[in-house]
């Protein structure tokens, strides 16, 4: 009998140590994953102020990758899509730079920024994310971009069907 409460023992310690050790190497991991996103992220920034715009946005196109998987790193997403907007706008792409000032704005809140950026000097920045009948403008930029996508890849009937639906939704503007 003292054998068996003996054994249970080391079983109930063994137990709480592998949990003990996976919250450690959980927190480990977490803590090297935030620290690999602020250095992605205040490198993207230094191209940025830097007037790379090209490089900021191939290190913000690959972090918001990243973010999407990631849960409770609001802020950081919310500045990733502030910058990455500023990078497209800079380049020209007015839709894509709309698209991720409204996801930023979603999660930030409007007139939020990162560090360094002003509002003021982005225009697009200020571009309503809503339609009057409350659509997201982002979903609309998205439609478009598959549309655009499959017609680029050849698929014409099904580039004709998503940008049909898209206008559809726009003939109440």
């Known amino acids: 009998m003292s054998e068996l409460k003996?054994?249970?023992?080391?079983k109930t310690i063994a137990i709480v140590l592998c949990l003990f050790l996976a919250f450690e190497i959980h927190?480990?991991?977490a803590y090297q994953t935030t620290e690999e996103l602020k250095t992605q992220f205040v490198s993207a920034k230094?191209?940025?102020f830097e007037a790379d715009y090209e490089t900021a946005k191939a290190t913000l196109e690959n972090l918001v990758t990243t973010l999407t998987g990631l849960e409770g790193m609001d802020t950081v997403k919310g500045e990733t899509f502030i910058l990455l907007g500023a990078a497209y706008e800079k380049l020209g792409y007015n839709n894509l730079a709309i698209k991720y000032y409204c996801l930023a704005k979603e999660i930030l809140g409007e007139?939020?920024?990162t560090e360094g950026i002003d509002l003021n000097t982005l225009p697009l920045y200020w571009t309503k994310c809503m339609t009057?009948?409350?659509m997201a403008i982002s979903a609309l930029i998205?439609?478009?971009e598959e549309g655009h996508q499959a017609y680029c890849s050849g698929d014409y009937d099904g580039s004709k069907t998503i940008l049909e639906k898209l206008v559809s939704q726009l003939d109440p503007l």
């Open 111 to 113: 007139g939020k920024s």
């Open 46 to 48: 230094d191209s940025y």
């Open 142 to 144: 998205i439609q478009y």
């Open 27 to 29: 927190y480990v991991l």
């Open 6 to 10: 003996g054994s249970r023992i080391y």
């Open 132 to 134: 009057a009948d409350g």
